[in-house]
């Protein structure tokens, strides 16, 4: 019995051992993919785990790789190359942010490894694989201007680097800012960060000085949306905020559970999702954001932004779903046989929806949902219908 | 394990809220809250382990005697368990209940923790009390050390002091391990020819190993683990010193009392295993409390006697009425 419960004492250090090695550290995924458009004609941009892919909007599959007399590249066993950068030979790095382009020939890509790489567009291939050091993770978008490119730190505020050379102009991390976790919004010279700290901060975006700040009782993890000469932003504190450019609330709404993603504006509706499953719609009535109409649409967390277009709202979830829904009710939005367009994923949803706009060739436009599990990174719907287009799978 | 795990999440944020935003505090005092609400099942776990060990030159002698029949050596071990009221499987049980608790409490700082966005989207289903969203996301730096992620050895510079602070950690987590193991481990038996018996031998390694792998954990994983093991491992060794059992000088060779004869209290088919033990004179006494400590029945008729899990020595043989208890019959 002795030798038992020293067994049984192994066992659990064992137990123990391979919980913490799947909790700590480095998780498997630390965030989820960005899914955006780039060049002309659009391709999908593609950030997710250790891969950033460029994808064929009309069929899912990975763009190839062309030469610059046209032709396919190959490798050197003779097959095709697709446009996919990998890691930087020797290590082993995780692409959660949107790269952004400097010109036509050059990427700047962040990683959650503390590092910006430069990627050689046309070969998707690191240039320098020493990279640029950063102070913290990546895990929000950078935003790129004429002069400077500004990249969000998970816990060591906010950089701006000079575009030409990518050395450090200035560094923002007043008042314990330490927790950047979205894309800062530029307007009019001044740049508005949300941090996890709790504070909306406005910075002189030449200087990083702080013009003001305002606490908004909770984490703040999107990006604020500027509209009708007012910033909007959600936080995890309950709460939709409505803020004046000079950093005053507005007005504000209280929600059932945390806000992640940032509300959407059209005209003067605002539309937030919550960690509840729920989805609001707010009137902006100048002082006050009145409801219009809640619904619980998941019945798990809704991180992501609602996806708007025209009358059609479209939300994903945790709960391995994504919903069509009326803008103008919230009532789930009915196909051809009255039955509430409903789309099953394999994984759970989070990303915000990606719209491909009509074309001459398809006047339905396509919405790319983007999935954690590898056998459905990125499923395309029609948005009018719900049809299941094309799927990418790792 | 989001039943445990849940409320423990909660309750760690709840700490870390009414403690003025200091995570390690709150770490400190949940561990020590928890630690207290699993003492019963630590120190019955304890009492089993010693009578276990006490018994094991009888065993001994089973195994030189019937080393060529095992069915007859398995039928003799279990007439000396009866024969002294043990409960093979009474050390084991209360391992096994504090094994989720165990993990969950150590599962609820990294949780609680979270520094990347499905972690802490994770977390936000966690908390069973709306307000605590509020102080989200913990902070997790402490003296300059972010307490989510693993000691940074390359930073470690002389110039500066704080830098040291994680070797520290290690150190004591290596050490507050083999102590805790030193403590609650019963000082082993030897066979009749002096060496140790397999049991000692593999507790040895055990002390050796356990305190090291303790180490590791405290490099590879996250600082706030660490603060955890030391909290628990020192609050093991409190809680074992306040019920009188922690022989210190034994174990740090105090007046070279390592070198002495392990003393242990004779073997005898009545033991003292609680602090107080209850004595039966009357049968119709059936409001006395229920005890997992040595129960002496004097009298055959006491069928409303409470389990138990203890020694049991009866002087009526003929007692066939008598309840059974868990070890004892």
Redesign the interface.
């Known amino acids: 019995?002795?030798?038992?419960?020293?067994l049984?004492?192994?066992g659990?250090?064992v137990?123990?051992?391979l919980?913490?090695g799947a909790?700590?550290?480095l998780?498997t995924?630390?965030?989820?993919g960005d899914v955006s458009l780039i060049g002309s004609p659009a391709k999908i941009l593609f950030s997710f785990s250790d891969r950033i892919v460029q994808i064929d909007p009309a069929d899912g599959k990975p763009v190839k790789l062309l030469d610059s007399d046209g032709k396919v590249r190959v490798d050197d066993s003779g097959n095709p190359r697709t446009w996919v950068l990998l890691s930087p030979t020797g290590s082993t790095v995780h692409y959660?942010t949107r790269p952004v382009q400097t010109d036509d020939q050059t990427l700047i890509a962040g990683v959650y490894e503390d590092k910006l790489y430069q990627v050689d567009a046309a070969a998707a291939r690191i240039d320098k694989t020493d990279g640029i050091a950063l102070p913290g993770?990546v895990?929000g978008n950078p935003l790129l201007t004429d002069n400077l490119l500004y990249v969000p730190i998970?816990?060591g505020g906010l950089v701006a680097l000079n575009r030409s050379d990518f050395s450090q102009a200035w560094r923002f991390i007043g008042d314990n800012a330490?927790?950047i976790?979205s894309q800062p919004l530029l307007v009019d010279g001044t740049l508005y960060v949300s941090a996890?700290n709790h504070f909306l901060f406005a910075l002189d975006a030449a200087t990083g000085t702080e013009k003001w700040k305002v606490d908004l009782?909770?984490?703040l993890?999107s990006t604020p949306v500027y509209a009708n000469g007012a910033l909007y932003i959600g936080s995890?504190?309950?709460e939709v905020y409505k803020v004046a450019l000079n950093g005053t609330i507005a007005a504000q709404y209280s929600t059932s559970?945390?806000v992640?993603g940032a509300p959407t504006v059209v005209d003067n509706m605002v539309y937030a999702t919550d960690?509840g499953g729920n989805v609001y719609a707010l009137k902006d009535s100048g002082s006050s954001l009145d409801l219009v109409w809640t619904r619980k649409v998941a019945t798990?967390?809704i991180?992501m932004s609602p996806f708007v277009d025209g009358d059609t709202m479209v939300v994903g979830s945790?709960d391995h779903n994504v919903y069509w829904i009326s803008r103008t009710t919230g009532d789930a939005i009915n196909d051809s046989g009255g039955k509430p367009i409903t789309r099953a994923m394999n994984g759970e949803v989070?990303s915000n929806i990606l719209l491909i706009p009509s074309t001459d060739a398809n006047a339905d436009p396509t919405i790319i949902v983007s999935t954690i599990d590898k056998s459905e990174l990125l499923v395309a719907f029609s948005l009018s219908t719900g049809e299941r287009r094309w799927v990418y799978s790792s | 394990m989001d039943f445990i795990l849940n409320p423990f999440v909660t309750l760690l944020t709840f700490l870390y809220s009414v403690f003025n935003h200091d995570m390690v505090l709150a770490i400190i005092v949940f561990t020590v809250l928890v630690r207290l609400l699993t003492f019963p099942l630590t120190a019955q776990q304890q009492r089993s382990?010693a009578a276990?060990?006490k018994l094991?030159p009888e065993l001994k002698k089973l195994q030189d005697k019937y080393k060529n029949d095992r069915e007859k050596l398995a039928q003799e071990q279990m007439r000396l368990y009866r024969e002294y009221g043990i409960n093979?499987?009474g050390?084991?049980l209360p391992?096994?209940i504090q094994?989720p608790i165990?993990?969950a409490l150590?599962?609820a700082i990294?949780?609680s923790l979270a520094?990347?966005?499905?972690?802490?989207?994770n977390l936000?289903?966690r908390l069973l009390i709306?307000g605590l969203?509020?102080v989200?996301?913990l902070e997790n730096?402490w003296l300059g050390m972010?307490l989510a992620?693993?000691p940074n050895l390359g930073s470690i510079s002389l110039s500066n002091p704080l830098t040291i602070i994680p070797i520290v950690l290690i150190i004591l987590v290596v050490f507050t391990t083999w102590l805790q193991f030193k403590v609650t481990t019963p000082p082993a038996v030897p066979n009749d020819d002096g060496k140790p018996n397999?049991?000692a031998a593999?507790?040895q390694s055990?002390g050796t190993i356990?305190p090291l792998?303790y180490g590791f954990?405290a490099l590879?994983?996250?600082i706030g683990?660490s603060l955890y093991f030391i909290a628990s491992n020192t609050i093991g060794i409190i809680q074992y010193a306040l019920m009188g059992k922690a022989d210190f000088r034994r174990i740090f060779n105090i007046g070279g009392a390592a070198s002495k004869p392990v003393d242990l209290p004779p073997l005898s088919k009545v033991e003292s295993r609680a602090s107080k033990p209850v004595k039966r004179t009357n049968s119709s006494d059936k409001t006395a409390p229920k005890t997992d400590a040595v129960v002496k029945r004097t009298n055959s008729g006491d069928k409303t006697a409470p389990k138990t899990d203890a020694v049991v020595k009866r002087t009526n043989s003929g007692d066939k009425t008598a309840p059974k208890t868990d070890n004892a019959n």
């Open positions: 019995m002795v030798l038992l419960k020293r049984l004492t192994y659990a250090i137990v123990v051992g919980m913490a909790c700590v550290g998780p995924e630390s965030s989820w959660y993770h895990i998970s816990e330490k927790g976790w996890m009782g909770g984490a993890a995890f504190g309950h559970d945390w992640w960690l798990a967390a991180r945790r989070l | 382990s276990m060990q094991q093979p499987l050390g084991c391992m096994v094994f165990f993990i150590y599962e990294i949780v520094t990347t966005p499905l972690q802490l989207l936000s289903n709306p969203s509020s989200i996301p730096i972010n992620v693993a397999q049991a593999m507790s055990m356990m792998m954990f590879s994983f996250s683990l």
